[in-house]
């Protein structure tokens, strides 16, 4: 789950790391009213989950609280477009208003879970201000990392090194260390996958604060924060993702026409591979999970069907845990219910496959079926592409 700058800021306070004064506003009065409080030249800013806010005119500096009612009347209600939100944009309903700050230094201080060293990473480099993705293919040299040991934590020592590497001194140096532990003991206590200041001023005055934020959280442990939970923002998401949540599945929208529904998500992403392999482009990523009910398939079925860019589907299914006569029962029911809008290719193996097979070719309805992963993307890229 992704939440607003604004709110990843509330929560890295509460854990000592340094940040701007300011608040969020949903009015231009309320903007101004900010400004007034805060007593100086301001930075408003779009409250959008995506990057590139700047170059899309979604942050503004604001000389006195007049200014930053009037630049508040301009962001407020704009459809902000970035390399992020795609064409269509994303309409912007809050703004962060914030104490504009001298800037010495732009820097970068990250933390994500390296899934292939088993291991969170605590990630910083001089090349603040930028895309780290660009940092990382032009000059990787300038990023600095500690792995972090989950049993023993993330030392001291690990954050000075980090903080020498960037070059700090003196108080900024303590400064320094104390917002890298913060920044860590906010990234464990939440369960975050991701938390990340880009970028992390350093001030004329030397002191160290987090210019920007950003936290993501992993999904599974929402339950052990509902204050974290209380700030999913819905129209932030796509709306058949937001729809799929409600009934526990996994879905996330791509830029293809063929939709994928399969159960489990290494089967997934083989699915999508051979798609591509068969010169096709997945729609989508819909993952029914290995214990799947028939009322679960069905709901996946209808949130397939309702993407306008599917132009074909192929429903992989393996039965392990899941059984393919409930499978099939599930979609059958569901086709029935909204009609087959798209053709539909359907590979089905394991569990009760004979079953499910039979429940297919006997429901009047005309599915393609395919024995095997390469026919069924064989079958659908063409269907598609018709």
Not at 47 to 71: D, F, S, T, Y
Not at 238 to 249: D, G, H, W, Y
Not at 275 to 284: E, K, L, T
Not at 296 to 318: C, E, G, H, R, T
Request: contains cysteine; negative net charge; glycine residues 10%.
């Amino acid at each position: 789950m992704k939440i607003h700058e604004y709110q990843a800021k509330k929560i890295l306070d509460q854990y000592g790391v340094q940040i701007p004064q300011g608040e969020v506003a949903d009015t231009a009065s309320k903007a101004r009213e900010i400004a007034e409080n805060i007593g100086s030249k301001v930075i408003l800013k779009a409250q959008v989950h995506a990057g590139g806010r700047g170059k899309g005119g979604g942050i503004k500096l604001a000389a006195n609280p007049e200014e930053a009612e009037k630049v508040a009347r301009e962001i407020i209600g704009m459809t902000l477009v970035t390399h992020q939100t795609g064409p269509e944009g994303k309409l912007v309903k809050r703004i962060l208003v914030e104490e504009a700050l001298d800037i010495a230094r732009e820097l970068y201080l990250g933390i994500v879970i390296d899934r292939a060293e088993e291991s969170p990473v605590v990630m910083a480099s001089p090349e603040g201000g930028v895309e780290i993705e660009k940092v990382a293919a032009e000059t990787p040299e300038l990023i600095f990392k500690e792995y972090i040991n989950p049993a023993t934590g993330f030392a001291p020592f690990q954050a000075r090194k980090l903080a020498f590497k960037l070059g700090l001194e003196g108080d900024t140096l303590k400064q320094g260390i104390k917002f890298i532990m913060g920044l860590y003991k906010a990234f464990q206590a939440t369960d975050a996958s991701l938390a990340e200041i880009n970028p992390l001023l350093i001030t004329e005055q030397g002191n160290v604060l987090a210019l920007d934020a950003k936290m993501n959280f992993d999904d599974n442990a929402l339950p052990r924060h509902p204050d974290i939970q209380e700030m999913r923002d819905l129209d932030e998401e796509a709306p058949l993702e937001v729809e799929a949540s409600k009934f526990n599945l996994n879905y996330i929208k791509l830029d293809g026409d063929v939709g994928c529904m399969v159960n489990g998500a290494g089967l997934a992403m083989a699915t999508m591979d051979i798609i591509m392999h068969s010169g096709g482009m997945p729609a989508n990523f819909l993952d029914v999970g290995g214990g799947v009910s028939e009322e679960a398939v069905k709901n996946a079925f209808k949130i397939l069907v309702s993407d306008p860019d599917v132009k074909a589907a192929l429903i992989n299914i393996f039965g392990g845990i899941v059984r393919c006569d409930l499978v099939a029962n599930g979609i059958v029911k569901a086709a029935k219910e909204l009609g087959l809008k798209v053709p539909m290719v359907v590979r089905l193996e394991g569990t009760n496959v004979e079953q499910g097979k039979r429940i297919l070719e006997e429901s009047g309805l005309s599915f393609h079926p395919a024995e095997s992963m390469k026919e069924a993307a064989e079958k659908v890229v063409p269907l598609a592409k018709q």
